[in-house]
Nanobody
């Protein structure tokens, strides 16, 4: 059973960098054909795919966030990390990590429970 767990600060000040880590257990992030995504849901809005890192380490980023988003991984810890720079209150959302077999797809078989991030001074 694959499990994903998000971790990171729940409050970030405007203009700062939001950093979240997803720790994966029960499966390796280097296993062929899996993609590890960050998805968020702002209050009252739909889920938004932000980006993914694939089993080979390649990254796939939402065009709407390019220039602000960075995704990396630490294979020794079986973790992948989201960094979102220059945040504004519009980046307030519940952030999820999830696994899929297609980068940027809509079908995810495992999700983290989500973590609330609020951008406020």
């Amino acid at each position: 059973q694959v499990q994903l767990q998000e971790s990171g600060p729940g409050l970030v000040k405007p203009s700062q960098t939001l950093s979240l880590t997803c720790t994966v257990s029960g499966g390796s992030i280097t296993t062929t054909s899996y993609y590890w995504s960050w998805i968020r849901q702002p209050p009252g809005k739909e889920l938004e795919w932000m980006g993914a890192i694939g089993y080979s380490g390649s990254t796939y980023l939402s065009p709407s966030l390019k220039g602000r988003i960075f995704i990396s991984r630490d294979t020794s810890k079986n973790q992948f990390t989201l960094q979102l720079i220059s945040v504004t209150p519009e980046d307030t959302a519940v952030y999820y990590c999830a696994r899929s077999t297609i980068a940027g797809g809509t079908q995810y078989d495992y999700w983290g429970q989500g973590t609330q991030v609020t951008v406020s001074s």
